[in-house]
């Protein structure tokens, strides 16, 4: 079974569109917060020649940039379907207009592709229009970003005070992916569908003018400690770029990961697998359930843990680190965990399901 954790973010954004910071500047702060990989999705925009591994701690860390991009139409008002486009090596921007050709561009090229903020939250304070994915016809994507970091800040901003108070501390409000989203991924899960979830910041390193003073409002070093995409692979990452590009995308494709919430406290560590009759299986995979499956959870740090099947909690523990569930019905079943930070309980881990068919 694979078993070596890597910890990556997929979606950010440089100078090259609307973000403030450069490549360099994700690096290092990748670098500082301990990340494996990023994946830099500048919109409309595939950006070639950056140099793919940046080091730091005296050489002794290393952190792998990959271009990717997130395309959209434009011309569309308001603003939708936003999609993350990954190892796709050429730029797609062309066919952003229409959605099914963009995904079938993706696959051609042997890409993989994520629908961005699919449920997204509006802010009337910022006057920001909520960017949903409104193109649920098309088939082909990889899977959905379930939680997406700064989008979840938009739906905290509701006053100026508020705004204020969750800008100086994020983790006050933060708690988990939009319920919208989650309740899609299921429903399309549910029916049969393999849909991969990833987590990510959407950083843009934003800055802004206050009281003559400018201040960076969440940099990228604070969006690469909160959430994140972690992967199980069959090997470590080894500073060769084919060899590294294929490991992540295969595990991706896979749906061997989760979405940690790196901020409360690490999610390093976390596992889901399956033993049945016939074979192992791990998060992402699908698992024949004649004679029943055994569903293993173990978590880094005592947590609330549920077992999810098709939508519904099906076991749970509380203040625990394992779960275990003998899976009698087909279906998705995939895990969540919540752990108590600042006051409340917070979204912490989301597993992909298992597939018991
Ligand atoms: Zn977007
Ligand atoms: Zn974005």
Same mark, same amino acid.
């Given at each position: ?35 494996? =990989? ?114 979840? =800040?938009?739906?905290?901003?509701? %006053? ?16 988990? &992916? ?71 995308? %295969? ?6 990961? =989760? ?12 596992? =889901? ?28 740090? &005592? ?55």
């Amino acid at each position: 079974m694979p078993s070596h954790e890597i910890v990556g973010n997929l979606h950010m954004h440089t100078v090259y569109s609307d973000g403030e910071g450069t490549h360099a500047d994700i690096a290092q702060a990748a670098l500082r917060a301990g990340l494996d =990989f990023v994946v830099v999705t500048d919109h409309n925009v595939w950006v070639d020649g950056i140099p793919p591994y940046q080091y730091g701690g005296d050489g002794k860390q290393r952190v792998l940039v990959i271009t990717g991009e997130e395309i959209h139409d434009q011309a569309l008002q308001p603003q939708s379907n936003h999609l993350l486009a990954f190892n796709t090596r050429r730029e797609l921007a062309a066919c952003a207009h229409d959605p099914q050709r963009l995904l079938d561009e993706v696959n051609a090229s042997g890409g993989l592709s994520f629908l961005a903020h699919p449920f997204d939250y509006e802010s009337k304070l910022i006057n920001y229009q909520p960017i949903h994915w409104r193109r649920w016809d098309v088939t082909g994507f990889t899977g959905i970003e379930l939680w997406n970091y700064m989008s979840e =800040f938009v739906r905290l901003v509701t %006053t100026p005070a508020a705004a204020i108070h969750y800008a100086t501390d994020p983790a006050l409000g933060i708690s988990g &992916p939009n319920p919208e989203t989650l309740a899609k991924w299921d429903e399309l899960t549910a029916s049969g569908q393999r849909v991969v979830a990833i987590g990510n910041s959407d950083a843009h390193a934003t800055t802004v003018k206050k009281f003559g003073r400018t201040a960076v409002i969440f940099p990228y070093e604070h969006c690469f400690r909160a959430v994140n995409t972690h992967l199980i692979a069959d090997e470590p990452l080894n500073g060769n770029y084919e060899h590294d590009c294929d490991l992540i995308f %295969t595990a991706i494709r896979n749906g061997h990961c =989760f979405v940690g919430y790196d901020a409360p406290a690490s999610t390093r560590g976390f596992r =889901f697998s399956a033993q049945a009759m016939r074979g192992t299986a791990i998060m992402g995979d699908e698992v024949n359930g004649e004679g029943g499956v055994t569903l293993q959870v173990s978590a880094p740090k &005592p947590a609330e843990i549920r077992m999810v099947h098709n939508g519904r909690v099906v076991a749970k523990r509380e203040a625990d680190t394992h779960l275990m569930h003998i899976a009698t019905k087909p279906g998705a079943y995939r895990v969540e965990a919540s752990i108590e930070h600042k006051g409340a309980k917070r979204g912490w881990i989301f597993s992909n399901p298992i597939y018991v068919r």
